[in-house]
């Protein structure tokens, strides 16, 4: 299947700082993007939609200037996560679609841990 | 609004079909049933999807109830390695860039 690669797989940073998080899509060109945050035992929560070449689309409660999203080609995406904190720190998870079928396919995600 | 309601654990024996069920009562005839898994600190992998058809591939067998209101993923002969959460999602054929809307899932144990 399709190969979405993110990285880095896992990071710590320092509370205040922030964290760019890739997405790349490595065999297919995907005009839409999503990310996602996973906290420990739950379920992964949608927090944008990243559109080539447009703003993102932020799920209620997500705030767009601390989680930037740019999607400057078919096949990168990236997530910045400003001024972290330590409730910042999650699994974040990448996803990409097919720009035919519905298939929609996922990065290994990223550890991110503030301190 | 939660789309499909899985149950939220189940057990298999190693080597033995894994039956997980979903129920989608308020599925629209656009949408297509599609079923991901994510094994410990991993993204999700995607397994398979249908329509109205029971669909199969190398992974899994899926099941769709004639009225499309439930379905089953099948996990023909489990091993250990299908250990993990599986999640049940309804999405519209028509929007292609609709987003996936994750549940709880049904954390599934292979037993040895």
Known sequence: GAVVSQHPSRVICKSGTSVKIECRSLDFQAT???WYRQFPKQSLM??????????????????????????????????????A????????????RLLQGGKAFFGQGTRLTVV | DA???????MDCAEGRAANLPCNHSTISGNEYVYWYR??????????????????????????????????????????????????????????GNEKLTF???TRLTIIP
């Open chain 1, 85 to 96: 904190h330590p409730e910042d720190s999650s699994f974040y998870i990448c996803s990409a």
């Open chain 2, 38 to 95: 994510q094994i410990h600190s991993q993204g999700p992998q995607y397994i398979i999807h249908g329509l109205k058809n029971n669909e199969t591939n190398e992974m899994a067998s899926l099941i769709i109830t004639e009225d499309r209101k439930s379905s089953t993923l099948i996990l023909p002969h489990a091993t250990l390695r299908d250990t993990a959460v599986y999640y049940c999602i309804v999405r519209d054929a028509f929007f």
């Open chain 1, 46 to 83: 949608l927090m944008a939609t990243s559109n080539e070449g447009s703003k993102a689309t932020y799920e209620q409660g997500v705030e767009k200037d601390k989680f930037l999203i740019n999607h400057a080609s078919l096949t990168l995406s990236t997530l910045t996560v400003t001024s």
């Open chain 2, 3 to 9: 789309k499909t309601t899985q149950p939220p654990s």
């Open chain 1, 32 to 34: 839409t993007m999503f």
């Open chain 2, 103 to 105: 549940g709880t899932g």
